[in-house]
């Protein structure tokens, strides 16, 4: 029985589930050590803060991420034990739940972790598709999604079945890590959806292993304020023209697009360059490379009907050079801070759907829009005005708000 309900913590340990503090450990991410005192604070998942004090009793052991029990752990010291490194202090909290006295501290480093997760992100990125849910059928258990590459969009089907492990954001969440257990019956048309599995011999069906899915709110605006002492982004949103408020938490990825006459060396970045496979010129999806200060004009829909990972659909499975993907683009842009954002710039943020439709807590934004929305707008038939910037978002099947583990 304690070797099963130790897996069960070293389960939720080595996923970033949150158990948080109980009867006979404490698990979170260490945030100081007194090597003094022999004491470590830790922080929760849920934001807790616990000390552990270690004695010479105390024993060490380095465990890897995605173990399940201690048998292929090590034996380390407290001197192996550093800040940021995610540590369960095994002994009997105390009734504030505020301290433990570790009669035994199994480690996960902080570079294990990162490794760990950036292996996810890349099977995530190798095997996986993203898109917005158009339709639902619950009798034969298959969602259809639009996926979109700049080559065009593509409706792929994904049928559902008793293996398949499903999880939703929460209304008040940002993070991967944090969604939790959900069913076929919790999805919703417009749902923003990636999913973790394979092709098959059908271009436009996916078999899918994992899906995460949440309802999004994504809209663009113009920087009118910031606030770097509240994290807050305050500016005029492009469709609706209202004032709106972004909350930008530590958890919030924020990106640059670059401007358009860097379009043409960020996609021969990705294999599209000049020479390149499929002949592309360096636009994406085969587009023609825009003019200095111009915008890059759409390529043709493909025709036949390419689907994921076929050559230029960019889909899951796609490798480099053999097709495009729009939010693969996205989120392989340069990370940024909330310093390198400025009035005037446009940006595009992507949030939960809140309380407060006039506030919104990003999940990613990306900064120097003005690109990206010329992309993404329809284009206006002879003697029609020009649409609104912001007029293509909501077609567009940007799904950045689902980030990687």
């Known amino acids: 029985m304690k070797t099963f309900l130790l897996a069960i913590a070293l389960a939720l340990f ?4 949150d158990p948080g503090i109980a009867a006979k450990h404490a698990i979170g991410e260490v945030q100081t050590i007194d090597a003094a005192t022999k004491q470590i604070t830790i922080k929760t998942d849920a934001g807790s803060t616990v000390s552990v004090t270690v004695s010479d ?81 619950p009798d034969a258990h298959e969602i259809t999604i639009t996926h979109r590459t700049m080559g065009g969009s593509q409706a792929i089907v994904l ?16 993070k991967f ?29 996916f078999n899918p292993q994992k899906i995460v899915t949440g309802s999004f709110r994504t809209v663009g605006g113009v920087v009118t304020a910031i606030d770097p002492a509240t994290g807050e982004i305050k500016i005029n949103e492009l469709e ?27 996609m021969g970045g990705f294999g599209r360059g000049p020479g390149g496979p499929g002949g592309a010129s360096g636009a994406p999806g085969g587009a023609q490379p825009a003019p200095q200060g111009g915008q890059a004009q759409p390529a043709a829909k493909p025709q036949g009907g390419g689907g994921p990972g076929a050559p230029g659909a960019g889909g899951p499975g796609a490798r480099p050079g053999g ?13 940024i801070s909330l310093a390198d954002v400025k009035v005037g710039d446009t940006i595009i943020v992507s949030s939960t759907q809140g309380v407060d439709p006039t506030r919104l807590t990003a999940i990613s934004l990306v900064a120097g829009a003005d690109t ?22 909501g077609s567009s099947g940007i799904t950045f708000g689902i980030g990687l583990p």
């Open 14 to 17: 080595t996923q970033g589930g």
């Open 57 to 137: 009793k105390t024993t060490y052991k380095r465990l890897a991420p995605g173990e399940q029990s201690l048998a292929s752990a090590t034996d380390i010291t407290f001197a192996d034990v550093a800040e940021g490194d995610r540590i369960m202090a095994r002994g009997t909290v105390a009734e504030d739940k505020k301290s433990v006295p570790a009669l035994q501290v199994i480690v996960m480093t902080k570079g294990d972790l990162a490794k760990k997760q950036e292996a996810e992100r890349l099977e995530w990125r190798r095997r996986g598709i993203l898109g917005v849910i158009t339709s639902l059928k």
């Open 240 to 266: 609706k023209k209202t004032p709106l408020t972004i909350v930008i938490k530590q958890d919030a990825v924020l990106r640059r697009f670059p401007p358009a006459s860097e379009m043409g060396a960020m």
């Open 177 to 205: 890590g944090d969604a939790k257990p959900s069913t076929f019956n919790e999805l919703k048309v417009g749902d923003q959806l990636r999913a973790l599995g394979d092709r098959t011999d059908d271009p436009l069906r």
């Open 372 to 393: 990206l929305l010329a992309m993404l707008a329809p284009r206006p038939q002879p003697g029609q005005a020009t649409p609104n910037p912001a007029a293509g978002l």
């Open 323 to 335: 097709g495009f993907n729009i939010n693969d683009m996205l989120e392989r842009l340069p990370i």
């Open 159 to 174: 049928p559902v079945s008793d293996k398949t492990e499903m999880r939703r954001y929460a209304p008040d969440s940002i």
